[in-house]
């Protein structure tokens, strides 16, 4: 029974991460005033790289391309849509900060295995700037619990139900703020970049995937925007009582990183790191502070 | 050296798989700029604002694993052409051609140099041509239109034509290279 919840949350975690990719794309051409692709763009482009040949390197490189969908999947069965889980858990918060880093090691040893070194220099960047993110991000998680004693969503959930007052948004600005920095870096929008960078390292993890690798990448892509946004939107903006309007508030909040995405340049790596660690990392402890402080 | 084996059109057709995901890959082609000769100008307002080629699906790509289309503009050098051979090697299959510029379907205004080849279709195999010197950006997006249709009346099959009649590619491609040697005395460096 749980299988086919496991599958379906799967196929649903993909599809509402692929729709928010084009719905993107969509959104970046009109802002550039362009006509811009169809919203499902991203669904053609997966299937198309699932129709091609592709070319493995090693036996290293495939398993870890599975192994990096897997983590984020795993991931995903802990984001509880409008309160409803695959499995009966409480949605432990430290649980997904745990699978989120194993689908991107994944991913990390899968492309590193390639020999490719622009995808080395690639991963390179893309651990360092995880670095940069993680420790705001678990700050602002420490201040979670230093307000409940808890890590789970679900209750993290409860304590914000009765109106947009009680959100944590309105109750926790700094703490939101950190985490929507956290979360610009944490989906490579565009300040924070440095990792793909289709200009100088040929698009970085990305430069020797062909085909069904490539198809991969982008599902691990949409799985993880799938769960950045959840945690965003079950920490900071009270989930929802329905799966309808929790969708809603993740795609709001994609659509606001796709937005600080387009204003943006690219920050080289070492300064994406030290903007996040003083900036992002400054209000995660103003946050805790604060929270310390009040309680 | 056998004769040149042609791909019928019908059997790409017949297969009805084969169809369905050309349904797809017509709507998704993602382009590989191999810009050393001259017209990579044009490029940049076909992607722009301007002419928009992104709302076809087509977007650039930045290596040849993750490229269907590669774009060869301009003349192709002798040295040039090793590069495109070996780029076009790496590309994964369904893989289409297409030359941009006179220079590429019969040497152009440098068809006498000793430095360029005339036709590119005898080293790989093209899909399409866009004649001009330069094509503009309409005609870009028009060529890119025909090669959409094409593939998915199951015509643009350059790719297979390759491994058909890959000894005949690769002796017209030996002739070149083998002038590409390096004739200098390297003094003892390597």
Same mark, same amino acid.
């Given at each position: 029974m749980y299988a086919l919840n496991f599958v379906l949350w799967a196929l649903a975690a993909m599809a509402i991460g692929l729709l928010f990719m084009g719905i993107s794309r969509k959104l970046t051409a009109r802002l550039q005033r362009r006509y811009g692709p169809p919203f499902w763009q991203s669904f053609i482009d997966v299937i198309k790289a699932f129709s091609r040949k592709s070319i493995s390197h090693n036996f290293i490189m495939d398993l870890c391309a599975l192994m990096g969908l897997a983590g984020l999947l795993a991931a995903a069965?802990?984001?509880?849509m409008g309160g409803i889980l695959?499995?009966?858990?409480?949605?432990?918060l430290i649980l997904i900060l745990y699978f989120m880093p194993i689908g991107y090691l994944g991913m990390a040893v899968s492309v590193s295995a390639s020999g490719n070194p622009l995808a080395s220099i690639g991963i390179g960047r893309a651990l360092t700037l995880m670095l940069g993110y993680e420790i705001p991000f678990a700050i602002v998680v420490m201040s979670f619990i230093s307000n409940y004693g808890t890590t789970n969503i679900l209750s993290i959930m409860q304590a914000q139900a009765g109106g947009i007052e009680n959100w944590h948004i309105i109750k926790m600005p700094f703490g939101f703020l950190a985490s929507l920095l956290a979360l610009e870096a944490m989906t490579g929008k565009?300040?924070?970049?440095v990792m793909i960078a289709p200009a100088e390292i040929a698009s970085g993890p990305m430069?020797? =995937?062909?085909g069904k690798f490539l198809g991969l990448a982008f599902l691990q892509y949409s799985v993880a925007v799938f769960v950045e946004t959840g945690l965003l939107t079950a920490l900071f =903006?009270?989930?929802?009582?329905?799966v309808w309007e929790f969708v809603l508030k993740q795609f709001i909040v994609y659509m606001v990183l796709t937005l600080f995405s387009e204003i943006y340049a690219r920050y080289r790596v070492e300064q994406a790191v030290r903007f996040l660690w003083i900036y992002a990392g400054g209000l995660a402890v103003i946050q805790l502070a604060l929270n310390m402080y009040m309680k | 050296m056998g004769d040149f084996i042609t791909v019928s059109r019908q059997e790409i057709v017949d297969n009805k798989w084969e169809r369905v995901l050309n349904f797809f890959r017509q709507r998704s082609l993602w382009m590989l700029y191999y810009c050393t000769g001259c017209g990579a100008v044009e490029l940049p307002p076909t992607m722009?604002?301007? *002419?928009?080629?992104?709302? *076809?699906?087509i977007g650039p790509m930045a290596t040849p694993r993750q490229a269907d289309i590669l774009l060869i503009t301009g003349y192709v050098s002798a040295k040039t052409l090793k590069r495109i051979v070996r780029s076009y090697e790496q590309m994964p299959d369904p893989k289409y051609v297409v030359g941009f510029g006179s220079c590429p379907v019969n040497g152009g205004i440098y068809w006498d140099s000793y430095a360029t080849i005339n036709y590119l279709d005898k080293y790989i195999p093209v899909d399409l041509s866009l004649t001009g010197c330069m094509p503009r950006p309409q005609a870009v997006l028009d060529g890119l239109l025909t090669l959409i249709q094409m593939i998915d009346k199951g015509e643009a099959v350059g790719h297979k034509k390759y491994q058909l009649n890959y000894e005949w590619y690769k002796k017209n491609q030996r002739e070149v290279l083998e002038r590409t040697a390096p004739v200098l005395d390297t003094g003892g460096l390597k």
């Open positions: 069965m802990y984001v509880p695959p499995f009966p858990s409480d949605s432990p565009k300040p924070f970049d430069v020797e =995937l062909s =903006l009270g989930g929802g009582a329905t | 722009t604002s301007r *002419f928009d080629m992104e709302r *076809f699906g």
